[in-house]
Nanobody, 123 residues
C-alpha cells in the first residue's frame, strides 16, 4: 500500500487548504484513514480519522470544527479540508492507512504512512 499526500503550501492566517491523499496498492475501502501532523521540534500528533465506510469520524480537540476529513472510496482518496488556519497549524501533515475498518486516534493503529506534505501558516 502506498500513500501520496499533496496539497500543502504557504497560506496566510485565517486561510484555507485542502490536503489530498491518494492510496494505491491495497483495499482502500476496507481501511480506516487518518491524518497526523508533526510540527518542528514536536512529536507527531493525531489530527483526524475516518472509518472505512466514511460513516464515522473523529477529530483532535484542537481542530475545533475547523478541519473536515472525508474520503472517496471510488477514487481511493482521502481529504482534509482545513479552514481558519493559524500559525500553530504549521507542520508536516501525514496521511495514514489503518489495518482495520474503524477509526483510530493512535499512531499504532496505522500500518501504512505517506511521505507528508508541508503546511506553513504565516503572514
Amino acid at each position: 500500500v502506498q500513500l501520496q499526500a499533496s496539497g500543502g503550501g504557504l497560506v496566510q492566517p485565517g486561510g484555507s487548504l485542502l490536503l489530498s491523499c491518494e492510496v494505491s496498492g491495497g483495499s482502500f475501502s476496507t481501511k480506516a484513514m487518518g491524518w497526523f501532523r508533526q510540527a518542528p521540534g514536536k512529536e507527531r500528533e493525531f489530527v483526524s480519522t475516518i472509518s472505512a465506510s466514511g460513516g464515522s469520524t473523529s477529530d483532535a480537540n484542537f481542530v475545533k470544527g475547523r478541519f473536515t476529513i472525508s474520503r472517496d472510496n471510488e477514487k481511493n482518496m482521502v481529504y482534509l479540508q482545513m479552514h481558519r488556519l493559524a500559525p500553530e497549524d504549521t507542520a508536516v501533515y501525514y496521511c495514514a492507512a489503518s489495518g482495520g475498518a474503524f477509526t483510530a486516534v493512535e499512531e499504532h493503529g496505522y500500518t501504512f504512512w505517506g511521505q507528508g506534505t508541508q503546511v506553513t501558516v504565516s503572514s
